[in-house]
Every structure is written in structure tokens, then in C-alpha cells.
């Protein structure tokens, strides 16, 4: 693929991206088959989907739950993602994940669900600027030095002074603790997904952090919108969410745009195909022939909305129950199996 002129490479700590618009970590999607996925067609970083501390110390050791902490050649760079509400559980749980392979230990400050605020993690610590940095300094003197340590974090709680403050406290607390960048998400915690994600805030985040790495996240639904926040806010880059999902190609159009190269056209139904196949190759390779159905109906859904006739395509992936089933979806609205090969790695 053509070099990136206008977005150069990421430095997170002595970890290189080699081209920096990320997945996000995003619940119940961020797994290890949709980020081999991304990572083909273009994506030069991906964040695991946030896992609990006490997951990855116990949970994990069970041979059906290693799934959630597989590393393989392809994810690198990848960073993995945890929550939890004390110290003393988040930071044997990073050094886990590093034994896992994980390259960079991210901490969420910023998950705005129900049952994780109020099980005191994610961004409830938002709040708690003391409890927040004492996880960051413990994760980061229980991992080694070569591995950096990120933070996920929102804007604050609310639009309250009083939220905006902690923001700034955690923000800067942690980098004098040796974070090596934070990724910000323009909106509050009380806004949920709700809203428009600020992006006059990260560009005033970003000139208060001069040099220090900031990431952007919230509202990038396509290749265009991870330029213009770069442009518009002067973060180092961007992690790309719900706008990846069913549609990895993200990474290869904002590839081809900051390359000054046109726009590419959408994936044909032979392309979309062919990475819908994988997708279903791989999550069977790590999940088992028989959950991988369940666990793909609902990328199914997700990829059908780039189908022509998205509707009746996303009621057949539904109503796939078997792994027959789920071929005769594809056979259907897809064309046949000829030439479907996975795609070759993008950037280098």
C-alpha cells in the first residue's frame, strides 16, 4: 500500500504503530477474529475488548476462556484492556496479560455501562482521581518497563467545573507517572452513546498535553471523520469503534486517503464475501464450530448493512442457527465460494 505521507508513524512508549488509526476496544466485538480482520485491511493498532481483573487472574486459567486473551503473530501491536475498582487486583492482572503477549497495558477510565459504575470501575474512577492514579502507578510499576502503559478515559462525568477538574487531575497525574499515552473519548460518562462526541474538547486536550501522545475517539463513522479530527484537534491519532464494525474497510479507505489517493469505492459483494468468510473461518478456530454460529449472527447483522438489500440479508443471518445455515446465507446473497481468500496485510 502507498506510504503514509500525511500521518506518520506512533510512538506509544518504544512501541511503534505504523500508522495510527486504531480499533478501539469495544465489548463483545474487539475479539481476536475481528482484529485480525481489521489488521488485514489496514488497521495499524487494536485494543482487546476490556476485560475485569478478576477475569484475567481467574477465570482465564480455564481453557474455553483463554480465548479472550489469545495472542498471535498478526495482532501486533496490540494493547489489552482492563477494569477494575482497586489496585491491588488490576496489577497482577496486567502482568497476566503481558505473559499473555499483549505489547501495552491499557487502563478503561471510561466505560459509561450500568453495572460496571456501579461496581465502582470504568468511569466511575473518572470521579475518583486518588483511587484512579494509584491503579495507574501500581499497573505501572508491576509491568516492565518496556511495556507501556495507556489509559482510556472520557471527558468527565458530566459538563460539571468540578468534573472537568478530576479530568484534568487524572489526565496529568498519570503522565507523571509514566503513562505513555491516553486515548480520550469526547464524550461524558452520564452521556453514554448518546449525543455528539466533542471534539473542541479533545483539541483543547491536546494543546494542553503539547508533546504527550493523545488519541481521539467518538464519533468516526468513516474513513473522512478519523482525518478531520486528526485536522480539526491535533491528536496523534484516532481509535475507530462502533464506525469498524461490519465494516473494516475503514482502515483501508483512510489508508488510501491520507496517501492523497481517491476514495475507494465500496467492497464488492465478492470482497465483502471474502472477508465475511474469514471472519466466520476464524471465529470458528477460536471459539469451536459450534458457538462460532452464535457469536457470528451478530457481525452478521453488522456486515449486512454494506449488502444492497440489507434488510433481508440481516434477517437470513438471524435466522441462521447452524453453521450450514450460515454458508447458505452467504452462498445466497454473496455469490459462491470461488476465490474467497482472505485479504493480504495491509501497510508495513
Not at 487502563?107 to 468511569?123: A, D, Q
Not at 466511575?124 to 494509584?134: F, S
Not at 491516553?182 to 498535553?209: I, M, P
Not at 467518538?218 to 480539526?232: K, P, Q, V, Y
Request: one cysteine or more; hydrophobic letters at 40%; aromatic letters at 8%.
Amino acid at each position: 500500500m502507498a506510504s503514509n505521507r500525511d500521518l506518520p508513524p506512533l510512538n506509544i512508549g518504544p512501541v511503534r504503530v505504523d500508522f495510527p488509526v486504531a480499533l478501539a476496544a469495544l465489548s463483545g466485538y474487539s475479539d481476536w477474529p475481528t482484529r485480525i480482520g481489521a489488521r488485514r485491511l489496514g488497521a495499524g493498532y487494536a485494543v482487546a475488548e476490556a476485560m475485569l481483573d478478576q477475569f484475567v487472574l481467574n477465570v482465564t486459567k480455564g481453557r474455553k476462556a483463554r480465548r479472550f486473551i489469545r495472542v498471535t503473530e498478526e495482532d501486533h501491536p496490540i494493547a489489552g484492556q482492563l477494569m477494575g475498582s482497586a489496585a491491588e487486583a488490576i496489577a497482577p492482572a496486567a502482568v497476566r496479560l503481558v505473559e499473555a503477549g499483549f505489547d501495552v497495558i491499557d487502563v478503561n477510565f471510561g466505560c459509561p455501562v450500568k453495572k460496571v459504575l456501579g461496581k465502582c470501575r470504568g468511569g466511575y474512577l473518572l470521579g475518583q482521581p486518588e483511587t484512579a492514579l494509584q491503579i495507574v502507578a501500581r499497573v505501572r510499576d508491576a509491568v516492565p518497563p518496556a511495556v507501556p502503559v495507556t489509559l482510556k478515559m472520557r471527558r468527565g462525568i458530566d459538563e460539571s467545573d468540578e468534573s472537568r477538574e478530576r479530568f484534568f487531575r487524572i489526565f496529568d497525574g498519570a503522565f507523571s507517572l509514566g503513562v505513555a499515552a491516553v486515548t480520550v473519548h469526547g464524550r461524558t460518562v452520564r452521556q453514554k452513546y448518546e449525543g455528539n462526541s466533542s471534539w473542541e474538547f479533545l483539541r483543547e486536550v491536546k494543546r494542553h498535553a503539547g508533546g504527550r501522545i493523545v488519541l481521539g475517539s467518538g464519533d468516526l463513522m468513516t474513513a473522512r471523520d478519523c482525518l478531520e479530527m486528526i485536522a480539526r484537534t491535533g491528536v496523534d491519532g484516532v481509535t475507530v469503534a462502533r464506525g469498524a464494525i461490519g465494516n473494516p474497510w475503514i482502515f483501508r479507505d483512510v489508508r488510501a486517503l491520507a496517501a492523497g489517493q481517491p476514495l475507494p469505492l465500496g467492497p464488492t459483494l465478492v470482497e465483502q464475501r471474502q472477508v465475511i468468510a474469514e471472519h466466520y473461518r476464524l471465529a470458528e478456530e477460536a471459539y469451536g464450530p459450534k458457538r462460532a454460529c452464535f457469536v457470528m449472527n451478530g457481525y452478521g447483522i453488522k456486515y449486512s448493512r454494506l449488502h444492497p438489500q440489507a434488510e433481508a440479508v440481516r434477517d437470513a443471518f438471524v435466522a441462521a442457527r447452524r453453521p450450514d445455515e450460515w454458508w447458505e446465507v452467504l452462498d445466497r446473497w454473496y455469490g459462491d465460494r470461488r476465490g474467497a481468500q482472505p485479504p493480504a496485510p495491509a501497510g508495513g
